[in-house]
């Protein structure tokens, strides 16, 4: 059984610091057994990567790339989600609202009544009329206070609002306009002004998620931007990722950070993806054998900045080129020993063993990934739950491949890992196993 939200463990939190928790947590009564709960991420993480694709490359002014039918689509399955998700407490009346986190979005928005057409959502409806301390962001004809270049916002020259038409995907789409309000922190009973996007019109094929109200971007600090990093203005965005059965609350954070930061990447900027945090894989081992491709593989290439591995906490699976991909399984398999593969996999995996029939446990090759160089310092070291998703009987390579030149690092190879954005220094640093 999932848990009754309204009893979460969710403590007063210090100034910019919000709770966070697996999606899991919310929607485990909604299915009969684990496997079905499985299902449905695995049909999260389809529809995410046809999301992404559509976004890359409709950047690149070409045509979305095919992504394979993994599962069949579900209705329930919101393109632009997000695997975790953080509680708010917003307005005057401190209405608790819980968000789905996106470093792939540069908007922060929520259900904002009185409403054209929003959603059911489990939790109390921000009413902006009962907020004493809500305000609408005005813009001038030329647009100059909506502050991004972003094709999706506008200033409406009959009001003067600066209006937003969000799509995520198969029709899903969010409208509104740009307002402000408080947010509170109970520890110090400290509030803060965050601009964020009054949500009127949620319309599409797809649902949006009963349980979360919104999205809250974390897309990387730029300039005037809308994303949270961007408003609050701190160098510093920390979360620990709570593994998805933990059940378990964590902590996201900003202007500080008290993990070690022990591994390190670079995060790199891609001009063309600019609230992406890109970061500078290098090489990539499975056990002590090596994937062959040149460091130079993982480059940006050309105008159009192709290439290179994105942090994403809407995947749910690390994601690589299909060239690539197709490598790395081949000496994934070559280095599993002893274990049997099942004859047909299952899907989105192709790659998957059979239980052992006398309940033996089973141990698989770890994966490295190398930042920058080939040393412990730059060295994530994946293993077990991180490398392999136990379904249906079977443990399934949690790796997949897909037609775009990137690649995304997902969320099941950094669950229960303290991530630290530093934009200051560009650097991403992993704490593996600080957040369970």
Not at 190 to 197: D, I, K, L, M, Y
Not at 392 to 407: I, P
Request: hydrophobic fraction near 35%.
């Amino acid at each position: 059984m999932s848990l009754d939200p309204t009893k979460l463990p969710d403590p007063p939190m210090p100034s910019y610091t919000f709770t966070i928790y697996h999606r899991d947590v919310f929607e485990k009564s909604k299915f009969k057994n684990y496997d079905l709960l499985l299902e449905n991420r695995f049909a999260r993480c389809h529809a995410r990567a046809s999301y992404l694709a559509s976004v890359l490359e409709s950047q690149n002014g070409a045509q979305g790339s095919e992504i394979p039918e993994l599962v069949q689509k579900s209705t329930d399955i919101f393109y632009g989600s997000g695997e975790y998700v953080a509680s708010f407490l917003i307005g005057t009346q401190m209405i608790k609202n819980y968000l789905l986190l996106d470093t792939g979005s540069d908007l922060i928005w929520w259900q904002c009544g009185p409403c054209e057409a929003c959603y059911k959502q489990d939790q109390p409806l921000y009413d902006s009329t009962a907020s004493k301390t809500f305000r609408i962001i005005g813009c001038n004809q030329h647009g100059k206070s909506c502050r991004t270049v972003s094709p999706a916002y506008y200033c409406n020259l009959e009001n003067f609002e600066c209006r937003y038409d969000m799509h995520y995907g198969d029709n899903s789409q969010t409208k509104g306009f740009i307002a402000d309000d408080v947010i509170t922190f109970l520890v110090e009973h400290w509030q803060v002004r965050v601009t964020f996007g009054c949500s009127k019109d949620q319309t599409g094929e797809l649902n949006f998620s009963s349980f979360a109200s919104g999205i809250v971007g974390l897309g990387r600090d730029l300039t005037d931007g809308y994303s949270l990093p961007s408003q609050f203005g701190g160098n510093v965005m920390s979360m620990c990722l709570p593994s998805f059965d933990s059940g378990k609350g964590s902590v996201l954070s900003f202007q500080t950070s008290k993990l070690p930061r022990a591994k390190s990447a670079k995060l790199l900027f891609n001009y063309r993806y600019p609230s992406f945090y890109f970061v500078n894989i290098y090489k990539v081992f499975i056990n002590d054998r090596e994937v062959p491709v040149s460091p130079s593989w993982w480059n940006f290439k050309g105008p159009m900045m192709n290439g290179g591995m994105f942090v994403d906490t809407g995947t749910s699976y690390t994601t690589f080129p299909h060239d690539f991909y197709t490598v790395f399984r081949y000496i994934f398999r070559a280095e599993v020993q002893d274990i049997p593969m099942a004859e047909i996999p299952v899907q989105p995996f192709d790659t998957c063993y059979k239980e052992d029939p006398n309940g033996r446990d089973l141990y698989f090759p770890v994966v490295k990934l190398y930042f920058g160089s080939v040393n412990s310092s730059t060295m994530l070291l994946l293993a077990q739950e991180r490398v392999v998703v136990h379904y249906r009987g079977l443990y399934c390579l949690a790796f997949v491949g897909w037609n775009s030149e990137r690649s995304v690092l997902g969320m099941t190879q950094l669950q229960g890992v303290g991530l630290t954005f530093d934009t200051i220094s560009s650097t991403l640093s992993f704490d593996i196993d600080a957040c369970d």
